[in-house]
């Protein structure tokens, strides 16, 4: 009861200053992992939010929501991450309350067209590189078609930013979840902004999707690399052992107090 009813007054707060003028924003978070009331559920409860489609929030994935809400015009939002096919079925004879049916629509619609994960990683493991690539690209323009809710007849320019198309930060979340759950791959938050239109994001999903054609991928990687120093000593870091990178480390700051001394 006191724990509802301190939600309650926050979300009337935030309405309140924003009828104001002023800035609010309310956000009902879902349950978050590694810590909170979720965390401290039993197993058995634990085991059925899971089973209803409903996953914790990792800090990480709290922070980037957190960064995109602040800079919308939202004063009460929901976050939490839900399969929402999964979470519809536990409603019998399809009687899905109403304030869901739109969302219902959505899943509706995105099962019927989406492709499944297995046919389109088989698709691009039966053909060679260029056709690959070409078939993520159709992917990709119809993933970001979905995202910013465009028609079939305004599909997005392969070349143009995504961010200049008018996709923002809470977009790109959606974004890169919905490429993570299709492809089978894992992408850092800043995915989006390192390969920023459908083109170059193409490019890079066939480096990093696994399939059999691994020696065509690693040529390409080489010749990329060529022209990309700044991947070339990141991965120069990488190969280093722990020890030898302290060493380096320890290098770099002796030379940099004898530096300091001498110009002191």
Same mark, same amino acid.
């Given at each position: 009861?006191?724990?509802?009813?301190?939600?309650?007054?926050?979300?009337?707060?935030?309405?309140?200053?924003?009828? @104001?003028?002023?800035?609010?924003?309310?956000?009902?978070?879902?349950?978050? #992992?590694?810590?909170?009331? %979720?965390?401290?559920?039993?197993?058995?409860?634990?085991?059925?939010?899971?089973?209803?489609?409903?996953? #914790?929030?990792?800090?990480?994935?709290?922070?980037?929501?957190?960064?995109?809400?602040?800079?919308?015009? #939202?004063? +009460?939002?929901?976050?939490?991450?839900?399969?929402?096919? +999964?979470?519809?079925?536990?409603?019998?004879?399809? @009687?899905?309350?109403?304030?869901?049916?739109?969302?219902?629509?959505?899943?509706?619609?995105?099962?019927?067209? %989406?492709? @499944? +994960?297995? !046919?389109?990683?088989?698709?691009? /493991?039966?053909?060679?590189?260029?056709?690959?690539? &070409?078939?993520?690209?159709?992917?990709?323009?119809?993933?970001?078609? /979905?995202?910013?809710?465009? &028609?079939? &007849?305004?599909?997005?320019?392969?070349?143009?930013?995504?961010?200049?198309?008018?996709?923002?930060?809470?977009? #790109?979340?959606?974004?890169?979840?919905?490429? =993570?759950?299709?492809?089978?791959?894992?992408?850092?938050?800043?995915?989006?902004?390192?390969?920023?239109?459908? /083109?170059?994001?193409?490019?890079?999903?066939?480096?990093?999707?696994?399939?059999?054609?691994?020696?065509?991928?690693?040529?390409?990687?080489?010749?990329? =690399?060529?022209?990309?120093?700044?991947?070339?000593?990141?991965?120069?870091?990488? =190969?280093?052992?722990?020890?030898?990178?302290?060493?380096?480390?320890? !290098?770099?700051?002796?030379?940099?107090?004898?530096?300091? /001394?001498? &110009?002191?």
């Amino acid at each position: 009861g006191n724990y509802a009813a301190a939600n309650g007054f926050m979300d009337a707060l935030a309405h309140h200053r924003r009828a @104001k003028g002023l800035a609010g924003l309310s956000i009902n978070w879902g349950p978050w #992992a590694e810590a909170g009331m %979720a965390e401290r559920l039993e197993a058995q409860n634990q085991t059925r939010m899971t089973a209803q489609g409903i996953s #914790a929030i990792t800090p990480d994935l709290g922070l980037q929501v957190l960064e995109g809400l602040l800079t919308q015009p #939202a004063t +009460q939002v929901s976050v939490f991450p839900v399969n929402w096919f +999964q979470f519809l079925q536990q409603f019998p004879g399809n @009687k899905i309350p109403t304030f869901l049916s739109e969302i219902a629509i959505q899943v509706e619609l995105s099962e019927k067209i %989406a492709p @499944k +994960q297995s !046919e389109l990683l088989d698709k691009l /493991k039966k053909v060679n590189q260029q056709e690959r690539i &070409n078939l993520l690209i159709d992917y990709l323009t119809n993933v970001v078609a /979905k995202v910013l809710h465009l &028609n079939n &007849n305004n599909l997005p320019d392969i070349n143009q930013g995504f961010f200049d198309m008018g996709m923002d930060s809470l977009m #790109a979340v959606e974004f890169g979840n919905r490429l =993570q759950s299709d492809l089978g791959v894992f992408l850092s938050s800043t995915t989006v902004f390192e390969y920023s239109n459908i /083109k170059e994001l193409a490019v890079y999903l066939d480096e990093v999707i696994p399939g059999d054609l691994e020696e065509e991928k690693s040529d390409y990687r080489s010749t990329k =690399q060529e022209n990309n120093p700044e991947k070339i000593a990141l991965e120069q870091v990488i =190969q280093l052992s722990a020890n030898e990178l302290t060493t380096s480390i320890e !290098e770099q700051l002796a030379l940099l107090e004898t530096s300091l /001394k001498e &110009n002191w």
